[in-house]
Structures are given as structure tokens and as C-alpha cells.
């Protein structure tokens, strides 16, 4: 039975996998089946759900439901483009450092720490804080503050391999220092990383969410989830759905990404199978 | 263990001199002239010539680190570009209230977690167990800043039972440490249930059974003392996690702590009170991690020998 097929007999990763689906549907389709998320008609602002305006409308009449459509991309985008990088990052030094351990090691891993000193949030707002404020921005500043979670991890792998039989047999056998990272510890290192990754895709998610909400991220009339519920906080009196949705968008997101992550963690760590 | 406290001692002292040195960078790397920000556009050239003079800004940048460096070891965190008061005075006067809410907020994450954890692992596969880790997996999935949202419209807006903004009496801290402990309550429930199953089938734990101990006494006494010590590390973690946090309770909640501080300096670009904020709970954070080492090792002799 194949791997794919083995994790899929978990409840969890299939309902995650389903609803991680259709919001990727959602977020290619959806845009061209809903009308502007731009489109301001303050004739009909602020009117609670109907059956016009499915999710009613904001404080320029625009209809939520369009923006909720729309904004889906840029979530999904969040996490896995930030993982990618962080991911990307990670690998390099933690492989390097893993690998080669001395010096380099102990220098690249002190950087690590240093950068673990700081909460996630404040490490990726400072890196917002030194680049062009954009759509984008967050989603980059997330990445890299979540390199040195990615190289400690891959260090750590490779560490404990590095001295491993198969690797005496392939250094033996001619293999370069490159060839060994990539071709041989990598895949043998690579389960705790994806289940890293996939974990790291929901908190990437919800960081980048987080940065929006300050102002920090997407700025109006952006229909991302994020700056969305920032902007709901005026309404929580008069039009309370406005701070409703978009949350649940966000959680539902962060559901499906996480149901994916537990599922494979499961899978590739015996010890929490059973538990 | 002296020899082990010793390390972790030094180990942090190079990490805050490297987080004091990514802050400083950072106020370096943000793109624009901070005197001719400062100066304002009316200003002219002598005028932003003169401010860069007087804060020092002509100086090579090495000249510049070690003088920073040394004003931070006199507790010097230079002055708010906006109200040139001290940087140090502005975050003395808020940090009582982000070390309430923190607390606080602890408080909440560990009186509902561990409970909710053991219950979980006790009755593991029942209904209680599923509904216990719904709950949490929804708590962990779920953006500090909506669920803040959602408890002001249920408790504020509806039923009008507790404050929403400020910091006035027992009242106001309700909602955010309500927002920012039940997430974390969230992850200490799932670690205690799994380090608690971990622990329920060790053979000890079927000896004490086969002895005939009540089941009430295994729970308490010989599971979760061993169960406590991944639960222990994970609360000092989460304090990280608390602190980071706070930067959007605190500004959801206009509540007077670093956090709402560092938001409302950003808006303003005064990066002197951004550089000082983020440095402090930096170091909060750090000393913090060391603490939690500490106690872990004390819990655990294998980590200090190791």
C-alpha cells in the first residue's frame, strides 16, 4: 500500500486534505465566479447575512462573501510560500552545520539561538520593518524568522546520521560532501522535516494573519482575512458578522493544514500513533 | 548542576548580546534617513545636518554599536524620537502591566490545561477525551486576535459584563487573559495528555496497579510528577509564546503594556521605543528560557549529565 494511501486511512488527514481542497478551488475558481471585491455600493453597507449578500456587506457596501473568496488565496499563499522559504533557509544551514558540525556549526546555530531569542511575532515584525511594506512582505518575514526553527531541526537529523554505516559506505564508495547532504541524508532525514513543514504551514498562516491585523501586512481594500478582521474591530457594536467570518476562514484554514500535519505525524512517528 | 548553571548562564549572556545587536542592526537596516525623518519636511539641510550630529548619526557604524552598547549596560536605551523622553522610563511605566497580563493569562493556561490534559489522558478514547482535544486542536488553529474579538462581542457587546479596552480593576483583565491563556491552555492540554499516556504505560504504573494502589493515587502522585517534567518545559516555552502574543491582545484590548507600545511606535515611526520594546521582551523571553532550563534540569538529572 502506498504511503499516500496509508496516511489517508487517518479520519483527520482526510477531512483535512478535503477542506484544504476546496479552499484551493476556492481561492483559483472563486475569483472568477464572485462579483468585485472592490466594488463599493454604500447604499447597502453594513446589512447583516441575506440572501443577496450571503456573508452582508462592509462599511462601503462591499460584499463580504466576494472579499472572503478572494482574500482565500492570499492565506494559503501565506503558508506555504513562508514555508517554502523558511523551509528552503532552514535546510541549507542546518544541513551545513549538521553536517560539517565545528566552527560553522557552532557559529551558524548561535545565530539560531540568538534569532530563537525573539517571539516569533516580534522577529517577523522587525523584518517587516526593514523591507517594502506589500502584500508579500509578510508572508517573506515569516519565512525567515522561521529558518532557524527549520536548521536546528535539520542539524539535529543530521547530526545523529552523519556517522551513520551508510554514510562510511558512501564515502567509501567516492561520494562527495554534496552528494552525501542531498542524495543520502537528506532522504533519509526527511520525515520529522515535513512533518515540521506541514505544522509550520498553519502557524505561518495565522502569524501572517496576525501581521495583516496590525497593519503590518496587506492594506485596505485588500480582501485579506487578516487586515478584513482589523478593520471589523470599529464594528463589533453594529455589525458583529464583520469580526465573525473572516475568523472562521482563518480557522477553518488552519484546521485543514493542521488535521494534514497530526495525520502525518502519526504516521511517521510511531510512538504517537496509539495515542 | 553548578557546572551545568554556570554554562546555561554564559549561553544566555551571548544570545542577549546577540539580541542586542540584531536590534541594533535593525534600526540600521530600516530603509530612509532617520534625521530627515525626524526633521520634518520643512526642515532644511543644516537643521537635519545638525540632528544627525546630535544623535550621533555621522558616527562609523562600529562607533555608533559600541556606544550603544555601552549605554545599554547603564540601562540607556536612548530617547523617544517623538517625546525625547528616556526609552528606558517609557517602558519601566509599561512593563507592570504586561508582566500582570502575562502572569495572569499564565494563570488561566495552566489551571485549564493540565486539568484538561489528565482528564483527556484518564478517560483516553471516550467521549470526553475526543470532545477535550476538539476543543484544544480548535484552541491551537485558532488567531489570538478573532477569539478576542469573539469574547468582546459575547461578553462586551451582549451581556456587557466585562470592560473591553483599558486596564481598570480586577474586571479589565478578564478578556485578555482570557484571549491569550486559553490558546496556550490549549497546547499545555495536548502535551499533558500525551506525556500522561506516556507515563500511564510505563510498567511502574501496572506494578502500582497490580499492588493494589488506588487508581486516584497512581493519577496524582506517581503519573503526573513524571508527566510534569515535558509540561513544565512547555509552560516556560509557552511564556515565548505569551510574550509575542501580547502584542495583539495588548493592542486589541488598549491595554497600557510593551506590546500595544511597540505596535503604536511602529504606526508613529518611533523606532527607538520599537527597538527598546522588542529588545526587552527579548530578553524577558531569554532569561525566561533559562529558568525553564534550569528547572528541567533540576526535575530531570539525566538533562544535566547529559
Known sequence: ?275 | MLKYIIKKIIFTCIVLVGAATCAFLLLHAIPGDTAEALAGPQATVEDVDNLRRAMELDQPLGKQYISYMGNLLHGDLGYSYRTNKPVMDILKSAWPATLQLAVCSMIVAVLLGVPIGIFAAIHRGKAGDTIAMIAAFLGVSMPSFWLALLLIIEFSVNHNWFPFYGREGISSFVLPSLTLGLGVAANIARLTRTSMLEVLGQDYIRTAKGKGVKSGKIIWVHALRNAAVPVVTIIGLQFGVLLGGQVVTETVFSWPGIGRMIVDALNTRDLQIVQGGILILAATFTIINLITDLVYALLDPRIRYS
Open chain 1, 1 to 275: 500500500m502506498s504511503t499516500f494511501r496509508k496516511i489517508m486511512r487517518n479520519p483527520s488527514a482526510v477531512v483535512g486534505l478535503c477542506i484544504l481542497l476546496l479552499l484551493v478551488v476556492v481561492s483559483i475558481a472563486g475569483p472568477f465566479l464572485v462579483e468585485s471585491p472592490y466594488e463599493q455600493n454604500t447604499a447597502v453597507k453594513l446589512m447583516p447575512p441575506s440572501a443577496e449578500h450571503w456573508f452582508g456587506t462592509d462599511d462601503f457596501g462591499r460584499d463580504v462573501f466576494s472579499r472572503i473568496v478572494t482574500g482565500a488565496h492570499y492565506s494559503l499563499l501565506a503558508g506555504f510560500i513562508s514555508v517554502i522559504l523558511g523551509l528552503t533557509g532552514g535546510l541549507l544551514l542546518g544541513a551545513f552545520a549538521g553536517f560539517y558540525g565545528g566552527l560553522l556549526d557552532q557559529i551558524l546555530m548561535t545565530v539560531c539561538d540568538i534569532l530563537l531569542a525573539f517571539p516569533s511575532v516580534l522577529l517577523a515584525m522587525a523584518i517587516v520593518m526593514v523591507m517594502e511594506p506589500g502584500i508579500y512582505t509578510p508572508m517573506v518575514a515569516v519565512g525567515i524568522s522561521s529558518i532557524p526553527v527549520f536548521a536546528r531541526l535539520v542539524r539535529a537529523q543530521f547530526m545523529s546520521l552523519r556517522e551513520s554505516c551508510f554514510v562510511e559506505a558512501v564515502r567509501s564508495a567516492g561520494a562527495g560532501d554534496l552528494r552525501i547532504i542531498f542524495r543520502h541524508l537528506l532522504p533519509n532525514s526527511i520525515g520529522p522535516i515535513i512533518i515540521q513543514a506541514t505544522l509550520r504551514i498553519g502557524s505561518s498562516i495565522l502569524l501572517a494573519a496576525t501581521l495583516s491585523f496590525l497593519g503590518l501586512g496587506a492594506q485596505p481594500p485588500t480582501p485579506e482575512w487578516g487586515a478584513m478582521l482589523s478593520a471589523a474591530r470599529n464594528y463589533v457594536w453594529t455589525a458583529s458578522y464583520l469580526a465573525l467570518i473572516p475568523g472562521i476562514a482563518i480557522t477553518i484554514t488552519v484546521v485543514a493544514v493542521n488535521l494534514i500535519g497530526d495525520a502525518l505525524r502519526d504516521y511517521l512517528d510511531p510512538r504517537t500513533r496509539n495515542m
